[in-house]
């Protein structure tokens, strides 16, 4: 079984500061993926990473896969309360995209 | 298209019921996958099919649980003598197979009391 490590588990912050969230794996990723979800819907798609050291950005989100492709992080500057719900990333292993494994997820809390 | 529909978006049902789930995926997505979060966790992997051939289903999927995708389109998740340690959230997603990425329904909130 595969298993993927975020961390924090919680983060609450200051609207206007910046954070950054970690997805770790002990094994090398085929293709990793962040999600933000909020209370009592399912996650909604953010971005996805394939290649080691890829950097991609979406506003004031950025997003970096490791190297190894063992790890991520997302990266959030200046956040806004509307930033607020819980982060996921998503792992899939073994030359297959299409099953993934979740992260327990960072759930995020913007103060105004 | 709508995205994924999911029906209903709640329920709630009596230890020892049975109980069914819809998914309607969007209609271009030949991959449809069902997962059940619970508080404080993420989305923990039932099954998935392609088309409607059911391709994998978890080891921690008890013999009560069963799903069906009969023409490749639609599908259904079936709980039997459902167990208070069934209340979760069942989250149904589909994707394509050129798109690296899922697009998840709002969920049904499954309550057994």
């Known amino acids: 079984t595969q298993l993927l490590e975020q961390s924090p588990q919680f983060l609450s912050i200051q609207e206007g500061e910046n954070l950054t969230v970690y997805c770790n794996s002990s094994?090398?990723?085929?293709?990793l993926q962040w999600y933000r979800q909020e209370p009592g819907e399912g996650p909604v798609l953010l971005v996805t990473v394939v290649t080691g050291g890829e950097v991609k950005k979406l506003k004031r989100l950025t997003f970096q896969f490791g190297d190894a492709r063992k790890d991520s992080s997302l990266h959030i500057t200046a956040a806004q309360p509307g930033d607020t719900g819980l982060y996921l990333c998503a792992g899939a292993w073994g030359g297959s995209n299409y099953k993934l494994t979740f992260g327990k997820g960072t759930l995020l809390t913007v103060n105004p | 298209d709508t995205g994924v529909s999911q029906d209903p978006r709640h329920k709630i049902t009596k230890r020892g019921q049975n109980v069914t789930f819809r998914c309607d995926p969007i209609?271009?997505?030949?991959?449809l996958y069902w997962y059940r979060q619970t508080l404080g966790q993420g989305p923990e992997f039932l099954t998935y099919?392609?088309?409607?051939?059911?391709?994998?289903k978890s080891r921690l999927l008890s013999d009560r649980f069963s799903a069906e995708r009969p023409k490749g389109s639609f599908s259904t998740l079936e709980i039997q003598r459902t167990e208070q340690g069934d209340s979760a959230m069942y989250l149904c997603?589909?994707?394509?197979?050129?798109?690296?990425?899922?697009?998840f329904g709002s969920g049904t909130r499954l309550t057994v009391v």
């Open positions: 099919f392609q088309n409607e051939a059911q391709l994998e």
């Open positions: 094994s090398v990723f085929s293709s």
């Open positions: 997603a589909s994707s394509s197979d050129s798109f690296y990425g899922y697009t």
């Open positions: 209609s271009e997505h030949n991959r």
